[in-house]
C-alpha cells in the first residue's frame, strides 16, 4: 500500500481577519502552505498528495509543492466536503486498503516524528487514528447567558490534532454516510461504531486560527529548530 496524503486547504480563513486565505501569510520566511508541505514530504518524500484548493484561489504557486506525484482537486463548501473531494479524486488509483493521512494546511509545526508515529500506527490499526494531546485546562460548560453551568472532568479528554489516518476505503464509507456537521475524519469514522486510536502527539501542533497564532508558530518552528 503507498500513502496518500490529502491537505484540505480550501478555508477562506475568515477568523484570521486578514487581506488572503491564512494558508497563504507569510511565516518564517515562506507561506505557512510552504511550510506545511514541506515537513509532509519531508516525512514521507514518496507519498502521492491530493491538495484541495478554492477553484478561485489565485495565489496558489505550484513551485510550493514537493512532491513529485501530486494533484489538485477543488474545495468544497465544508472542510468534510473538501475531503470527499479529493477522496473521490483518487478513487480509481487507491485501493481499498491504502492508508490515507489527512492534514490540515493550517498545521505547518507538526514534526516529522509525529508524522512518522501516525502513520506507523494508523498501518497497524483497523480503524485507523490521529494525533492528539490531552487536555490540560480545566474544562467549563457555559449556561449560554455567560455564566458557568459546571465543570466537565477533564480526564480522558484529548484535543484532536491532524493528520488523522484511515484506510481509503473506510474513510470514503464514513464520509459518505457523515453529513455537513463532521469536522474532522476521526468523527465520521466513529460514527460507524469504530474506536480510531489516539496517537499522543506534540502540543505545539499549534492550528493556525487567529492572528495572534502566526507570531507562536513563528516562536515554535525556531525552537523546534529544524
Ligand atoms: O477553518 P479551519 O481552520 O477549521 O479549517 C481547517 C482546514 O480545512 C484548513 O486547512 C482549511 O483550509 C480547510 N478547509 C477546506 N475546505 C473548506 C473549509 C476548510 O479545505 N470548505
Redesign the pocket.
Known sequence: DRLWLV???????R?MGADR???YLPLAGRTVLALTLARLHAAFPGARLCL?L?PEDARFDPAEVPFADWRRVP?????A???RHALAAIADEAEAADPVLVH????PCVTVDDLRRLAAAVAEAPAGGLLAAPVADTMKRDDGAGGVRGTEPRAGLWHALTPQGFAFGLLRRALEAGGAAV?DEASAVEALGLAPRLVEGRRDNL???HPEDLALAEAILAAQGL
Not at 474545495?75 to 472542510?79: H, I, L, M, S, V
Open positions: 491537505v484540505p486547504a480550501a478555508g477562506r480563513g477568523r486565505p491564512k494558508q484541495c478554492d474545495g468544497g463548501a465544508e472542510r466536503d473538501s475531503v490540515d494546511v493550517a498545521r469536522t492550528k493556525i486560527t
